[in-house]
């Protein structure tokens, strides 16, 4: 997303920020030594752990490990999205996103006065549950539900009267909005050209996005019609893929959100919030997807799903496994509870109250329990045959997790059901995932010197010291000259190198914006968060150091491979080559 906006735009945005002025007036910070430190607004602490470095422009707690930039920093705090909070911080700082770009055009332009109008079809659905002939009926249906005015007003709950054209009646009045209403999908078109309302004599839930507008609406039939719930269609505003009702309700209700519950209802949301439980969103009417889960978690750490106990239930919850087990990194968590036959969160928690739904979310079965005991059921776990034939079911699971601790503690796990020992199951896994998921030819490593030990330490410490003085990156170098050395993460270095040689006046949190989308980015991040042990004054000769020391070792690997290559098989080049190469070393 980041792409869709010029990235000189970006630069600069962060150029003009100061992070510390920016946390400061949400946070208030207090100076201590080159930093400024606060209690973590991210989690709840009584001792400060939480640094904010006005050098690197960059924010890290060391309590829970939340860390950023300034864009990250809005997008955590405001619970915003990336282009939400470009837009935001350019405002703050009095810039304009360059016309052309997707924010400035197709998403700022082109969808406000949707939005408006959305707003309106929402002012007009709550109006008619007021003052409608009908409107009564509706009410009377709420309060059957145990559903009180009070929760109904803060969801924005209206009624869709009956009619064919009541809204485009209203809303078409004095204006033709009747192509913008079709385009929000209220309205649809006829063959004949002509439109009529979509929903009819229902009760209308407004579906919000992380900002509080209106996108799209739920409306749920008063009596037993079908369909039940009728949901908006997709439209440019609205995305049941990666909306979740009740979300932004929650985050208004939380500035701290430790969990989210996911229900399957509209009603499951709004009755669990009427009890304070105030932290439930529901899926509109599809299963959990990634796009869900990745919104969830730049939320909170952990997620809930709530199930049906019955066969649909688990059979939904298997469908939420697959889709989740891709984005669990370490420090995420995910639960599975499923409740009472004939039982859904509405239902259960009028019958048992809050502290009693809440103990059973609190022991809902972590993903991974889940997991392996839905599978050890399909086998004979008394014998080697059925331990055998869990390995081969858990396997392709396995192989969906991204690596990290939470996948090395699954297979952990995995080694101790089966009895097996853990060092060898995981290299029959990644030999096995290797074996199936490769089709690249295979990968001759260049020769390693005697070095090689050393040399990700090297990178790593030239990365390092570079990322938290980027000027050192002015420093007359030839970054290609590493290009074939064989060393990890030397691509990552040469990258950063040609970058800030073009790029001069960037700050450590303009380069980690660089690569906020890729998967280096939490890799870089995390070094920023290290201490930097070497002086101000000694960085610019460590750096020129390792450089030194990274074309060393780059010689010498470059001398074994001409030297364990047979003469007869040498270019004039390589002979050339080899000479100099030779020479350089001895000194000559």
């Not at 709550?126 to 009908?134: S, T, Y």
């Not at 009028?350 to 059973?360: I, P, V, Y």
């Not at 390092?464 to 000027?471: D, E, K, Q, Y």
């Not at 170098?477 to 190198?497: C, D, K, M, V, Y």
Request: aromatic share 6%; hydrophobic share 35%; proline share 5%.
């Amino acid at each position: 997303m980041a792409g869709k906006i010029p990235q000189q735009f970006i630069d600069e945005l962060l150029a003009r920020v100061d992070i510390v002025d920016l946390i400061d007036a949400s946070v208030p910070l207090k100076k201590a030594g080159r930093n400024h430190s606060a209690c973590c607004p991210f989690h709840d602490e009584k001792t400060p752990s939480f640094t904010v470095s006005q050098d690197k422009q960059f924010y890290h707690c060391f309590g829970c490990g939340a860390h950023g930039t300034a864009i990250g920093f809005l997008m955590e705090y405001e619970r915003l999205d990336f282009l939400d909070a470009v837009r935001d911080l350019a405002a703050h700082v009095g810039m304009e996103i360059p016309q052309g770009s997707y924010s400035a055009n197709s998403a700022q332009n082109d969808s406000k006065p949707l939005y408006e109008l959305m707003q309106q079809v929402a002012n007009f659905y709550r109006q008619q549950l007021k003052e409608h002939p009908r409107g009564s009926e509706a009410i009377n249906y709420l309060k059957v539900r145990s559903l009180n005015g009070e929760t109904a007003a803060e969801f924005g709950l209206g009624y869709a009267p009956p009619g064919w054209d009541t809204l485009q009646k209203k809303l078409c009045r004095d204006n033709d909005n009747t192509q913008a209403l079709s385009t929000t999908g209220m309205l649809i078109k006829k063959d004949n050209g002509g439109h009529y309302d979509r929903f009819r004599e229902r009760i209308m839930f407004p579906i919000r996005d992380s900002r509080g507008r209106v996108i799209g609406f739920g409306g749920r039939v008063l009596d037993d019609g079908t369909p039940k719930y009728l949901n908006s269609p997709e439209t440019p505003l609205f995305h049941k893929g990666q909306a979740l009702y009740g979300l932004f309700e929650a985050r208004q209700a939380n500035r701290n959100i430790s969990r989210l519950l996911i229900v399957e209802g509209y009603m499951d949301v709004v009755m669990l919030a009427q009890h304070d439980i105030r932290y439930a969103v529901a899926t509109l009417g599809t299963a959990t997807t990634a796009e869900h889960l990745e919104l969830m978690f730049r939320t909170t750490s952990e997620v809930v799903f709530c199930f049906d106990g019955d066969r649909a239930g688990r059979e939904a919850a298997n469908r939420a496994l697959e889709n989740t087990l891709p984005v669990m990194q370490a420090g995420r968590q995910a639960r599975f509870l499923f409740l009472p036959d004939g039982e859904d969160p509405d239902s259960l928690v009028q019958k048992e109250g809050k502290a009693a739904l809440e103990t059973r979310i609190s022991a809902a079965a972590p993903l991974s329990t889940h997991l392996y005991e839905h599978l050890a059921k399909q086998v004979d776990m008394s014998s080697i045959d059925g331990q055998a034939r869990l390995v081969e079911l858990i396997r392709p699971h396995l192989n969906k997790l991204p690596s990290g601790v939470f996948k090395h503690m699954m297979i952990t796990r995995l080694a101790g059901l089966v009895r097996m020992e853990e060092r060898s199951l995981s290299h029959l896994l990644s030999n096995n995932e290797r074996g199936t998921a490769n089709t690249a030819p295979p990968h001759n490593p260049r020769p390693r010197g005697n070095n090689q030990s050393k040399q990700p330490s090297l990178v790593r410490q030239a990365i390092t010291l570079l990322l938290n003085t980027p000027s050192l990156g002015q420093l007359k170098t030839e970054p290609q000259r590493f290009a074939s050395l064989n060393a990890p993460g030397i691509t990552l270095l040469i990258e950063l190198l040609e970058m800030l040689r073009t790029s001069p006046h960037l700050t450590t949190g303009a380069v980690l914006e660089r690569w906020r989308e890729r998967e280096e980015g939490r890799y870089l991040a995390k070094l920023v968060r290290q201490e930097n042990l070497v002086p101000n004054e000694h960085q610019e000769q460590e750096f020129y150091d390792l450089l030194q020391q990274l074309h060393r070792q780059h010689r010498t690997q470059r001398i074994e491979f001409l030297c364990n290559k047979p003469t007869t098989e040498h270019s004039d080049a390589e002979k050339l080559e080899l000479q100099r190469l030779l020479k350089e070393k001895s000194g000559i």
